[in-house]
């Protein structure tokens, strides 16, 4: 699997604030790329634009070679994000909230396959209750099984080990490498050490965040 | 944690015959429609909200004015519409509040699939439970002004046509204001004024139709002006998720 995404001179500014100017990224298939810096220097603004969904941004990004603005559908097609909110219904099971992002992505409706995804996140046993009922590491599993569910190559995750227990975070890491391993390729943002690995790549940011050292 | 090489794979393949959009579409539309409906019918008080405010306005009325069927039957044609439109007004700050609050709005701007027509699923969905109910007792509520016996089928009619352009224009005004904290005040600001054709001549139905004669070509403009939204609110109204999401 070739897969590549790339973003040339890359700049955002913020209350007139630069977070970020002249960042080139080059993330390939079997890479983490994990972006770092304090509270404010822009990790989540990065990712959002990386994923898509802020336009507000100076400089170009291309996937697989192409300007991102005609690669769109395409890109979209490959993307899996998480971010800080879940994106996960209180009033709805485990269950019903996976299946609507199974058909989200356009695959059948396959109670199975949702199962598997709930197992493997370890929420075997809470399928039925209404996800407002679970706790904030249990929703952020709901939210997680959705790597299984709904296999896309490039994962963009926003704090993805936010509420999760120790077992959980040693897991989801492994699972990233695995992903890594097989020519996925994931961006995350963390605040968690993560294990260095030869496919683990860092990017930091910082400059512009104002908070250094101190609290 | 295993297999997921092998799932990898199937991702892939999945790209490649990815030409069969149009299932997929279905699929995804299928699976708003019905969560959307789902997660109504949990919150029921949600949608009763708006059903019980149009109730207890028009039941306040013949208390307040007078009792007269003359004058309320004169009255009741603009009186029901009027309550009708605050009454589906109520219930739209609600329409992209929840998902915007727990980051589904966002997932849902990520997805391949197009993002008007999942717009129009959910604006679909508010109008099966509040505009569509709202035309449904409108003429019950019609017997407490003592509108005239012919009218009723002419004001549920109008009601239905006209409440589903209600919630197309009222969607566009909600995707607008759902980054904001308190964006209701903004919300009925900006869509009263495109509410009041659909008002003039939904209420002018049901007044032709006191009269008699001519209801049908106010029926046939509130038809026009729900094609019209609904060929033009679905895209308004993803571009202006868009924004909201952008800010």
Known sequence: MTLSLQARKLACERDDRWLFEDLDLDIQAGEIVRIEGPNGSGKTTLLKILSGQLADYQGELYWNGAPMREARQAFLESLLYLGHAPGVKGALTPLENLTWYQALAGQRDNEAARLAALESVGLVGFEDVPAGQLSAGQQRRVALARLELTPRPLWVLDEPFTAIDRDGVAALEERLIVHARAGGCVLVTTHHELRNTDELRRVHLGRGGQSHGGF | ?247
């Open chain 2, 1 to 247: 944690m295993a297999g997921s090489e092998t799932r990898l794979v199937a991702g892939e393949g999945r790209g490649v015959s990815r030409r069969e959009p149009r299932s997929g579409l279905a699929v995804a539309l299928w699976a708003t429609l019905k969560r959307d409906l789902l997660l109504l019918m949990r919150r029921r008080s949600e949608v009763l909200n708006p059903l019980v405010f149009f109730a207890l306005v028009i039941t306040l009325f013949p208390i307040g004015i007078s009792p007269d069927p003359q004058l309320l039957a004169t009255i009741a044609p603009g009186l029901l519409w009027v309550a009708a439109l605050l009454a589906a007004l109520l219930s739209l700050d609600s329409l992209f509040r929840g998902d915007y609050d727990d980051g589904s709005l966002e997932q849902l701007l990520l997805t391949p699939q197009p993002l008007p027509m999942l717009a129009l699923a959910k604006v679909t969905v508010h109008w099966l439970l509040t505009g569509l109910p709202l035309a449904l007792m409108a003429p019950v509520l019609g017997i407490m002004l003592s509108l005239p016996a012919g009218s009723y089928l002419v004001l549920a009619f109008s009601l239905v046509l006209g409440t589903a352009s209600l919630s197309l224009i009222g969607a566009i005004g909600a995707a607008l204001t759902v980054g904001l904290s308190r964006g209701g005040v903004l919300l009925s600001l900006l869509v009263l004024p495109l509410y009041i054709p659909v008002l003039i001549f939904g209420a002018g139905a049901v007044q032709a139709g006191i009269v008699g004669d001519g209801a049908a070509a106010h029926l046939a403009i509130l038809g026009a002006l729900l094609a019209l939204a609904l060929m033009l609110a679905p895209w308004a109204i993803a571009a202006s998720l868009r924004i909201s999401i952008n800010g």
